[in-house]
Nanobody, 122 residues
Framework: QVQLVESGGGSVQAGGSLKLTCTAS????????MDWYRQGSTQARELVAR???????TYADFVKGRFTISQDNTNNRLFLQMNSLQNDDTDVYYC????????????????YGQGTQVTVSS
């Protein structure tokens, strides 16, 4: 069983910073990668940043240069440092882990945490 718990959300003024933390527990040692997603009340969930098991990192265009994803494998933690926050960054942010369904990562299953609210105001 996989459990993901996010923390670090809150309210901040535009231009400010927040750091989100995700702590993973359960059967997570073999993983394809971990991600941060976000979702507004009227929008589909969208990928914010991804870090694969090989260390490769990708960012959505709308956060490039502002957000940084990192991980602490020793303690099973994933981070998202968010700088220069904008009103449009207001969303619920979800941590996700991709676990393999076979030997490799051609097929994987994604698990999400409960999310943490980030609110940016002018």
């Amino acid at each position: 069983q996989v459990q993901l718990v996010e923390s670090g959300g809150g309210s901040v003024q535009a231009g400010g910073s927040l750091k989100l933390t995700c702590t993973a527990s359960g059967t997570t040692s073999r993983r394809c990668g971990m991600d941060w997603y976000r979702q507004g009340s009227t929008q589909a969930r969208e990928l914010v940043a991804r870090i694969n098991s090989d260390g490769r990192i990708t960012y959505a265009d709308f956060v490039k240069g502002r957000f940084t994803i990192s991980q602490d494998n020793t303690n099973n933690r994933l981070f998202l440092q968010m700088n220069s926050l904008q009103n449009d960054d207001t969303d619920v942010y979800y941590c996700a882990i991709r676990l393999p369904m076979g030997e490799g990562c051609n097929l994987s299953k994604i698990y999400y945490g409960q999310g943490t609210q980030v609110t940016v105001s002018s």
